[in-house]
């Protein structure tokens, strides 16, 4: 009797090491229908042709283009090789590639924009085509989505390496599509900022927003004003020690944004939100007397003196440096909270801000209390808070980015038991992030007014990446969807679906995510 039993277990235990080793080493199935992927942000239109394509050994990254289409391929070539372990040699073509290789080219396709694309997947070739190096990346985007999640694995892993075929037309729903960084509350270097870069390209965002000037910390070298960041840059909230960007770090930031078709917006947050300018330089202050550096997290507390000459000097000096890092066209000038700035000198600061920003080539962009000041229908106002502003700024003819703290701020909590972010926006869920429309979100505000949609990530809470992650994944996809696909194509209930999906990529990403019991996570 013993012994049977012993047989018994001994057979037993035999089952499960097959059953164990057969699921570890069982190849994910290949991939043959394309309407089946979970992409995110979803496809404008997609056709499956039921078989797939492999990448293998052989593949190659063939261009007809510019040198811009090249670093596009090496881009790819360089996120696909620690998982496949393969080269994907870039080639210069003038005709179709031969079979089993990558094909980029440049078209000339009304219908997809800038951004747009059209990938044709067959048994023989990866087509992607786009009417600029933009579109290329952004559908480089779509084709690592296709391949299995290992993918995004740091080490080579066995494959196969299949895409379902058929073809995807895509094309973004709005021309901005952004995500805000906190950097003054609690510092982020070059390397962490990188790192956000490459999360907010995996889903087709075209604008980083840094906030670099707030309170708590001053982090971009101004070259003619030093102690702005010798002396209001150590600091960050909760008494750590800060940093900043050195102009070197800064240009090197926007050059791997500008690689990825995204633009850096850099934000110099003014009249308020100034103490660490206001302790760098005591004669920034009305009084002449400098303020002491500050960790704590209020707002409202400090101006700049906004009637006096040298204020201006100050903001012309900064803004020109900064000018000349940022390719884009804005300039955004924080402008929020001011509780200490008298409301004509608030209107007066703004004004002359406005005209430093033109004189320099740029545009203002602002949070939405801006619109108190006489604004150029080309000033932008970035709505966080109050709806009478936006509509205001729609009376001035300006362009709106979408904010609302109640559905797109990154660090409101998820609910009551969130232990990172604040609550005075309310609790962000999952579904509350992503089931609203910029376009009727504000009566009067129709998509017209809309430039786009942007998720900020304020930093009072966040201190590391990983408490980073935590708050941006998986929102962030949410924003990602809300900016890029069509409004007619979402809906709650099938983007819980998709997102459950990306479980198995988020944890081959290593991230820190939050697990939200609303969404039905499955391999
Ligand atoms: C309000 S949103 C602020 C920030 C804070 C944030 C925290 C805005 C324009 N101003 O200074 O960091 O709330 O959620």
């Given at each position: 009797m013993?012994n049977?039993?012993?047989?018994?277990?001994l057979i037993?235990?035999?089952?499960?090491?097959?059953?164990?080793?057969?699921?570890?080493?069982?190849?994910?199935a290949?991939?043959?229908?394309?309407?089946?992927?979970?992409?995110?942000p979803?496809?404008?239109?997609?056709?499956?042709?039921?078989?797939?394509?492999?990448?293998?050994?052989?593949?190659?990254?063939?261009?007809?283009?510019?040198?811009?289409?090249k670093?596009?391929?090496?881009?790819?070539?360089?996120?696909?090789?620690?998982?496949?372990?393969?080269?994907?040699?870039?080639?210069?073509?003038?005709?179709?590639?031969?079979?089993?290789?990558?094909?980029?080219?440049?078209?000339?396709?009304?219908?997809?924009?800038?951004?747009g694309?059209?990938?044709?997947?067959?048994?023989?070739?990866?087509?992607?085509?786009?009417?600029?190096?933009?579109?290329?990346?952004r559908?480089?985007?779509?084709?690592?989505?296709?391949?299995?999640?290992?993918?995004?694995?740091?080490?080579?892993?066995?494959?196969?390496?299949?895409?379902?075929?058929?073809?995807?037309?895509?094309?973004?729903?709005?021309?901005?599509?952004g995500?805000?960084?906190?950097?003054?509350?609690?510092?982020?270097?070059?390397?962490?900022?990188?790192?956000?870069?490459?999360?907010?390209?995996?889903?087709?965002?075209?604008?980083?927003?840094?906030?670099?000037?707030?309170?708590?910390?001053?982090?971009?070298?101004?070259?003619?004003?030093p102690?702005?960041?010798?002396?209001?840059?150590?600091?960050?909230?909760?008494?750590?020690?800060?940093?900043?960007?050195?102009?070197?770090?800064?240009?090197?930031?926007?050059?791997?944004?500008?690689?990825?078709?995204?633009?850096?917006?850099?934000?110099?947050?003014?009249?308020?939100?100034?103490?660490?300018?206001?302790?760098?330089?005591?004669?920034?202050?009305?009084?002449g007397?400098?303020?002491?550096?500050?960790?704590?997290?209020?707002?409202?507390?400090?101006?700049?003196?906004?009637?006096?000459?040298?204020?201006?000097?100050f903001?012309?000096?900064?803004?020109?440096?900064?000018?000349a890092m940022?390719?884009?066209?804005?300039?955004?000038?924080?402008g929020?909270?001011?509780?200490?700035?008298?409301?004509d000198?608030?209107?007066?600061?703004?004004?002359?801000?406005?005209?430093?920003?033109?004189k320099?080539g740029?545009?203002?962009?602002g949070?939405?209390?801006?619109?108190?000041?006489?604004?150029?229908?080309?000033?932008?106002?970035?709505?966080?808070?109050?709806?009478?502003?936006?509509?205001?700024?729609?009376?001035?003819?300006?362009?709106?980015?979408?904010?609302?703290a109640?559905?797109?701020?990154?660090?409101?909590?998820?609910?009551?038991?969130?232990?990172?972010?604040?609550?005075?926006?309310?609790?962000?869920?999952?579904?509350?992030?992503?089931?609203?429309?910029?376009?009727?979100?504000?009566?009067?505000v129709?998509?017209?007014?809309?430039?786009?949609?942007?998720?900020?990530?304020?930093?009072?809470?966040?201190?590391?990446?990983e408490?980073?992650?935590?708050?941006?994944?998986?929102?962030?996809?949410?924003?990602?969807e809300?900016?890029?696909?069509p409004?007619?194509?979402?809906?709650?209930?099938?983007?819980?679906?998709r997102?459950?999906?990306?479980?198995?990529?988020?944890?081959?990403?290593d991230?820190?995510?939050?697990a939200?019991?609303?969404?039905?996570?499955?391999?």
């Amino acid at each position: 009797m013993k012994n049977q039993h012993f047989n018994f277990l001994l057979i037993l235990n035999f089952c499960v090491c097959i059953l164990f080793f057969a699921c570890e080493n069982k190849a994910p199935a290949t991939p043959k229908d394309l309407l089946k992927e979970n992409l995110i942000p979803k496809p404008v239109s997609v056709n499956a042709t039921g078989s797939s394509f492999a990448i293998t050994s052989a593949t190659e990254i063939f261009v007809n283009g510019n040198e811009e289409l090249k670093r596009v391929g090496e881009i790819l070539a360089n996120e696909l090789k620690p998982a496949t372990g393969f080269d994907f040699p870039i080639k210069n073509t003038k005709e179709v590639p031969a079979a089993g290789n990558f094909y980029f080219s440049i078209t000339k396709n009304e219908k997809l924009g800038d951004e747009g694309y059209q990938l044709n997947i067959t048994e023989d070739l990866v087509h992607l085509e786009a009417n600029a190096a933009a579109g290329i990346y952004r559908g480089i985007q779509t084709i690592k989505q296709l391949l299995p999640a290992s993918i995004a694995k740091g080490t080579a892993q066995s494959g196969p390496w299949e895409i379902a075929s058929g073809t995807i037309t895509d094309y973004p729903n709005y021309e901005y599509r952004g995500a805000m960084l906190d950097v003054s509350r609690h510092f982020f270097g070059v390397e962490d900022v990188k790192t956000y870069i490459d999360y907010i390209a995996s889903y087709k965002m075209n604008v980083l927003h840094l906030h670099l000037t707030d309170d708590q910390g001053w982090r971009i070298e101004i070259k003619k004003w030093p102690n702005l960041t010798d002396m209001g840059g150590t600091t960050e909230v909760g008494g750590t020690k800060g940093g900043f960007f050195t102009q070197e770090d800064y240009k090197a930031i926007v050059k791997y944004a500008m690689d990825r078709h995204i633009m850096v917006v850099p934000e110099i947050d003014m009249p308020g939100h100034t103490n660490a300018a206001l302790a760098s330089y005591a004669k920034l202050n009305c009084d002449g007397n400098a303020r002491d550096l500050y960790t704590g997290t209020e707002v409202g507390f400090s101006t700049l003196c906004t009637r006096r000459e040298l204020t201006y000097e100050f903001i012309d000096d900064v803004i020109m440096e900064l000018v000349a890092m940022t390719p884009g066209p804005y300039i955004h000038i924080g402008g929020d909270e001011s509780h200490q700035t008298r409301e004509d000198d608030y209107i007066y600061f703004i004004n002359r801000v406005q005209e430093i920003v033109a004189k320099h080539g740029k545009q203002l962009m602002g949070w939405d209390d801006v619109v108190a000041g006489k604004l150029q229908p080309n000033a932008v106002a970035q709505h966080w808070a109050k709806e009478e502003n936006a509509k205001t700024a729609v009376e001035k003819n300006m362009k709106i980015v979408m904010s609302p703290a109640k559905k797109a701020y990154l660090d409101m909590q998820y609910d009551s038991t969130s232990a990172l972010g604040l609550h005075w926006a309310g609790y962000i869920e999952i579904d509350t992030g992503y089931d609203w429309d910029p376009a009727t979100y504000i009566k009067g505000v129709g998509k017209e007014n809309i430039l786009g949609i942007e998720c900020p990530l304020w930093t009072e809470t966040v201190t590391n990446m990983e408490e980073l992650e935590y708050m941006v994944f998986p929102r962030l996809l949410g924003y990602a969807e809300i900016g890029w696909s069509p409004d007619s194509n979402r809906s709650w209930d099938e983007y819980k679906i998709r997102l459950g999906k990306q479980k198995t990529r988020f944890e081959a990403m290593d991230l820190n995510y939050y697990a939200s019991k609303l969404v039905p996570w499955s391999e």
